[in-house]
């Protein structure tokens, strides 16, 4: 399964309705045992609302509505559904081969990805636009290339490992690992020419401090260098363009600058994305409480080209359908730390929370899949194996 969400190559085989299905039968045949059918209405059931209201926008389309819209929820948790049962199972050792294979198989595709970059840095970028010839997308994907989905979910698994690297205390050699595959991840995270998965890698990696401080003077020793941080954020920025000089986050840094201190607008913060999402707010306002019909232009152009799912969610379902879809991953989250985690380590989970939040604002996320099996299966799995104190041997 885990091949699937990892491997270019095996994704080309399989759509995502059949993913769907394909993670289903995985439950029924091997995860059931451990995860009733209850337990798994108890999680969705939150998703129903959700999944009306887009029956409604979408001019009552039961396929597109729905179904769609539900499958997408599915493939987004249903690895949560599959890590809480490989933790209930209580096998350490398969836990620990399960984990460290899906980290291997993401290194593996991270590593094709770097070779390509070395003929162009912009390969992860061309594998997104819309623009690029579907013959050389598919070439790059055969060839194991990584695109956006792989982009995103590294940035979550280098703000996962810098969050459990801050509460190993103990030096060891998978303390060294960790920091060697965290220093990678990053290292990634700067090479894939994404400016929003740079920013917000940087902001939740930055919030494991801020809830690591456990002490008063701590937290406000981290509160003075936030402050401060933001104040000299024209000067970082800066110094981050002069690093990127020549490359697409170089020019896209240099645009960000000039539309908050220099002469440009502000509302051209990110192009056309940003005046594309502040139309989807202003057709949010005009139904905030159930939403929109979006089959009819240009609710449909500005629901698709808004650029984010979060904003998507709340101009075609209002605001019971943002909570019903916000409240879905809230619980899955909640069952999945509370198998993981002590209780008191629960707020070092939070950055990934909070980058995956942020990555849904300004992403789509409702077809990338690969952010979810790292957020939902690797770093929990990790988290388990070196924080829990039954596990702390492997």
């Known amino acids: 399964m885990g091949a699937f969400y990892c491997f270019p190559q095996l ?3 399989i759509r995502f309705d059949q993913l769907a299905y394909l993670t289903a039968l995985y439950y029924l045949c091997f995860v059931a045992k451990y995860v009733s059918f209850n337990q798994v209405v108890n999680l969705m059931k939150y998703a129903i609302p959700f999944c009306l209201l887009m029956f409604v926008a ?8 729905f179904l769609h819209n539900f499958m997408g929820l599915w493939n987004l948790v249903v690895p949560s559904i599959i890590c809480i049962g490989l933790f209930l199972r209580n096998r350490p050792r398969e836990l620990f081969i399960i984990t460290w294979t899906a980290i291997v198989m993401l290194a593996i595709t ?3 990805t770097l070779t390509v970059m070395d003929e162009s840095e912009n390969v992860m970028r061309e594998l997104t636009a ?7 997308a598919m070439e790059l994907r055969e060839m194991g290339v990584g695109g956006f989905g792989i982009a995103y979910a590294m940035g979550a698994f280098a703000v996962g490992l810098f969050a459990l690297f801050k509460q190993v205390k103990k030096w060891n050699i998978w303390k060294w690992i960790i920091l060697a595959m965290l220093v990678f991840s990053f290292y990634f995270v700067t090479q894939a020419q994404f400016t929003t998965l740079l920013i917000i890698t940087i902001v939740g990696a930055a919030t494991t401090y801020l809830l690591n401080a456990r002490t008063k003077e701590k937290k406000i020793k981290v509160i003075i260098i936030t402050i401060g941080l933001i104040f000299l954020l024209p000067v970082i920025v800066q110094i981050l363009i002069g690093l990127y000089q020549d ?9 960000m600058y000039d539309s908050l201190w220099g002469a440009g607008n502000v509302t051209d913060v990110s192009g056309t994305r940003s005046m594309y999402q502040i139309n989807a707010i202003k057709l949010f306002l005009e139904s905030p409480i159930w939403g929109n019909n979006i089959t009819q232009q240009p609710n449909a152009f500005i629901n698709s080209a808004c650029h984010s799912t979060l904003l998507a969610v709340a101009c075609s379902t209002g605001i ?11 619980a899955t989250f909640q069952q999945e730390i509370n198998l993981a985690i ?11 929370v909070i980058y995956y939040l942020l990555f849904a604002f300004f992403n789509p996320i409702d077809a990338i899949t690969e952010a979810s099996w790292i957020i939902f299966v690797i770093i929990p799995s990790l988290f388990k194996l070196y924080l829990s104190h039954n596990y702390s041997s492997i």
Do not use: A, Q
């Open 342 to 352: 002590d209780s008191n380590l629960h707020k070092s989970y939070y950055p990934i």
């Open 130 to 136: 819309g623009t690029t010839d579907e013959t050389y």
């Open 320 to 330: 019971i359908g943002v909570w019903s879809y916000l409240k879905t991953f809230h």
């Open 58 to 65: 979408k001019g009552l389309n039961f396929k597109y509505g």
């Open 247 to 255: 490359t697409t986050i170089g020019m896209r840094l240099s645009r």
């Open 110 to 112: 991270c590593l094709t």
């Open 11 to 13: 994704r080309i085989l």
